[in-house]
């Protein structure tokens, strides 16, 4: 019996945990652990609220969760509960699939300003991450600012523009849901370092701004180049700039009758921020040109109202006491998901964070290639190894009460039957209460 560990149960792990039943077949052992209560991880407190077909893929992973060989370990924290040499000890093999759930931080002056915010942080105060639901962002203001041309933030602006219709069947928790019912926002300014050739938002999602029922997208025509130019892009971002070119001709006077402009600000490379009594006020940013993909400042600054600001410049991953971490590429140290023989990393944990949920599944099977392979090679100690008992004994004698897979089956019962009409579910945003509703 071969015994693997994976930490971290979003789409990394459960892909990686496929793959590995794949593999083995009844010859596996899998415990997957989350340092929450609940399972699925981005799939829950990452992807949009509004977007909940992707969510769907959390029928395949409950799947591989309820497969004999695969057991849930929730409420576990890697690092703190347990160290890696200990799952080491136990387990043949043990693969991070932690993800990257801490905000790159946007170091300029006035960052300390109130009401600046990362969106791993904003995002998961409005997805209910125990973490963050105490957020409290101030919405009084007119405008916001949200930093960065990827698909984050235009998940922020979109939730930032919708109305309280616009939810309905979102899984948006509710202390948000109240919070954006009553913003004052009214302006929405995206801001891009870059120029439209270099935006990272698909089409499908950038799409979704001329749907919005009290907000229109605006780009200035003169940050479009020569339409002809767009041939030599590849065909998702030549559709991504089709729809920022449909924006920029939008007329006046329609864009006028929306109450909340979304306006994209190009070319803007994100200098400091200025405030009042501890609040930020303003964003200043330097005009740039783009010389061999790269952003160069003119030295050229103007300033933007900023009541909220959202930076969504990507992510990196947590590190973990005794793993060897790159600290410039905010990942685990590896080469191909090998951290060293026996320990691994996949998903966003070993290649940082860009794609898709999909991306994870070829992942996930690699990852399982390369345990075969060390095992095969012997490069991994081959000998037997205790597994999940020799887990629930340390569990026991350390005081670690892990929720298991049919704990998080009562609270997914007790979320969706706490549902408000035409919404999947109302999450619970705090740990205990997820405990308690496990135990119930
Ligand atoms: P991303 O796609 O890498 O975009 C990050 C953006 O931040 C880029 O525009 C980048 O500009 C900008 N940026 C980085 N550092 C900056 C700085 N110091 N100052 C100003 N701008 C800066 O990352 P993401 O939006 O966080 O998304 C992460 C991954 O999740 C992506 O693969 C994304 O597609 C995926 N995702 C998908 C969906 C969906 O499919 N619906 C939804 C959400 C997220 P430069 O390009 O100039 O560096």
């Known amino acids: 019996m071969r015994h693997i560990a994976i930490v971290g149960?979003?789409?990394?792990?459960?892909?990686?945990?496929?793959?590995?039943?794949?593999?083995?077949?009844?010859?596996?052992q899998i415990d997957v652990f989350d340092a929450l209560?609940?399972?699925?991880?981005?799939?829950?407190?990452?992807?949009?609220?509004?977007h909940q077909s992707i969510k769907g893929v959390a029928r395949r992973f409950e799947k591989t969760a309820l497969n004999e060989n695969v057991r849930f370990v929730g409420n576990v924290k890697v690092g703190e509960d347990i160290n890696i040499a200990d799952l080491q000890r136990l387990y043949h093999a043990v693969v991070l699939a932690t993800g990257a759930p801490r905000d790159k931080a946007l170091d300029i002056p006035g960052k300390e300003l109130s009401n600046i915010f990362g969106s791993a942080a904003f995002v998961g105060w409005y997805n209910g991450h125990p973490e963050f639901a105490g957020l409290a962002p101030d919405l009084s203001g007119k405008n916001a600012v949200v930093i960065g041309m990827g698909n984050v933030a235009l998940d922020v602006a979109r939730i930032l523009a919708k109305t309280r219709g616009e939810f309905a069947g979102a899984d948006i928790v509710e202390h948000a849901l109240d919070a954006l019912d009553a913003s004052h926002i009214t302006a929405i300014t995206i801001v891009g370092r870059r120029g439209p050739h270099?935006?990272?938002?698909?089409?499908?999602?950038?799409?979704?701004?001329?749907?919005?029922?009290r907000a229109s997208p605006r780009v200035d025509p003169a940050?479009?180049?020569e339409e002809s130019a767009d041939a030599l892009l590849e065909p998702g971002l030549r559709k991504s700039v089709t729809h920022l070119r449909s924006f920029a001709a939008i007329p006046e006077n329609i864009r006028g009758e929306a109450a909340i402009d979304i306006d994209f600000d190009m070319f803007a490379s994100p200098v400091a921020f200025h405030g009042d009594g501890?609040?930020?006020r303003e964003i200043e940013l330097e005009e740039t040109r783009v010389e061999a993909g790269r952003a160069v400042g003119t030295g050229r600054t103007y300033r933007v109202p900023a009541d909220l600001v959202i930076t969504c410049i990507g992510y990196r991953t947590s590190p973990i006491p005794d793993v060897p971490f790159d600290d410039r590429a905010g990942r685990f140290a590896n080469d191909e998901g090998r951290i060293l023989p026996g320990l691994y990393?996949?998903?966003?944990?070993?290649?940082?964070?860009?794609?898709?949920?999909?991306?994870?599944?070829?992942?996930?099977?690699?990852i399982a290639d390369l345990i075969a392979a060390d095992l095969a090679s012997k490069a991994i100690d081959t000998?037997?190894?205790?597994?999940?008992?020799?887990?629930?004994?340390?569990?026991?004698?350390?005081?670690?009460?892990?929720v298991r897979f049919s704990d998080w089956q009562k609270i997914d019962a007790a979320e969706v039957a706490a549902a408000r009409d035409g919404a999947p579910r109302e999450k619970f945003v705090d740990v205990e209460a997820m405990i308690a509703a496990g135990e119930s």
């Open 9 to 28: 149960s979003g789409p990394a792990g459960y892909y990686t945990a496929e793959a590995a039943l794949k593999h083995w077949g009844e010859e596996v």
């Open 37 to 50: 209560p609940v399972p699925y991880g981005l799939i829950r407190t990452g992807v949009a609220p509004d």
């Open 198 to 213: 270099q935006i990272m938002m698909t089409p499908k999602e950038l799409g979704e701004l001329m749907h919005l029922e």
């Open 223 to 225: 940050d479009l180049p």
């Open 278 to 280: 501890g609040n930020v």
């Open 345 to 366: 990393c996949v998903g966003w944990a070993r290649r940082g964070p860009s794609g898709t949920i999909g991306t994870n599944r070829p992942d996930g099977y690699a």
């Open 383 to 402: 000998g037997s190894k205790q597994g999940a008992a020799g887990f629930d004994r340390f569990a026991e004698e350390h005081g670690i009460t892990p």
